[in-house]
Nanobody, 121 residues
Framework: QVQLVEFGGGLVQAGGSLRLSCTAS????????MGWFRQAPGKQRELVAA???????NYADSVKGRFTISRDNAKNTVYLQMNSLKPEDTAVYYC???????????????WGQGTQVTVSS
């Protein structure tokens, strides 16, 4: 079974920074892509950023220039550096990974348990 474990949420003032990390553990052949989604109260879950194993990132327009996603393929870990945080970034952040358990199996989506990020004004 694959597990995604997240660290790094918390409370920060507007303009501050936080760094999230997420590690996938279990029997894993490949993870591609890995990324972060967020869900604010009363809103749908939305993509924040994702990164392919080759390093190509993709960002939501609302976080471009402020957030940076990176990954360590050897550790099956993805990071999200969040700078210049705004109150509207407040949400539960979920790690996501598309995982292939063995070479000839299909890809499956896995999710972390979520970590709260709160930005005060």
């Amino acid at each position: 079974q694959v597990q995604l474990v997240e660290f790094g949420g918390g409370l920060v003032q507007a303009g501050g920074s936080l760094r999230l990390s997420c590690t996938a553990s279990g029997i894993i052949f490949s993870t591609n892509p890995m990324g972060w989604f967020r869900q604010a109260p009363g809103k749908q879950r939305e993509l924040v950023a994702a990164i392919e194993s080759g390093g190509t990132p993709n960002y939501a327009d609302s976080v471009k220039g402020r957030f940076t996603i990176s990954r360590d393929n050897a550790k099956n870990t993805v990071y999200l550096q969040m700078n210049s945080l705004k109150p509207e970034d407040t949400a539960v952040y979920y790690c996501n990974a598309r995982v292939k358990l063995v070479r000839d199996m299909p890809w499956y989506d896995y999710w972390g348990q979520g970590t709260q990020v709160t930005v005060s004004s």
